[in-house]
């Protein structure tokens, strides 16, 4: 009797009273195919399948549209100190050099279907100056 009231004083004290199961999950037929269809291997393979081919579809559209390629260096100036023989006075000379460079390039590429090869046209712009002593 002492042990049957100790078990129930203790399970009143540490709150395990409010716990309960889970709730009950009531299936008719049709639910219960509905829920095995969806989580069968068969469903799994489709809906790969049909994830493959989506893709593969949204590949092969990407392949003909035209890219449009830009390449620049807006600027580069490059600073050198270069060491020079000078037989006239038989000595070395040491000459500051200075260049600037910049370069613009734009290319268009299509893929073409009825021939199977590939549209390219490609156009670039460069300038350099030197400056020296």
């Keep these: 009797m002492q042990k049957i009231l100790l078990a129930g004083s203790f399970f009143s004290c540490t709150g395990l ?3 309960h199961a889970q709730q009950r999950l009531v299936l008719d ?5 509905a829920l095995a269809n969806d ?3 068969e469903s799994f393979r489709t809906q790969n399948m049909y994830l493959s081919g989506y893709w593969e579809y949204r590949t092969y559209k990407a392949n003909r549209l035209p890219s449009l ?3 620049l260096t807006p600027a580069q100036y490059n600073r050198d100190i270069t060491k020079r023989y000078d ?3 038989n000595l070395d000379v040491y000459r500051t050099q200075q260049s600037f ?3 613009g390039g ?3 590429r299509q893929n073409l279907d009825l021939t199977g090869g590939t549209f390219y046209l490609e156009s670039n712009l460069a ?3 030197s400056f020296g002593a």
């Design 101 to 103: 460079y910049a370069y």
């Design 87 to 89: 037989s006239g006075s």
């Design 69 to 71: 390629t830009l390449d």
């Design 127 to 129: 300038y350099m100056r």
């Design 106 to 108: 734009l290319s268009v």
């Design 39 to 41: 989580s069968s291997l």
């Design 17 to 19: 009273q409010g716990l």
């Design 29 to 33: 037929l049709e639910r219960t195919i």
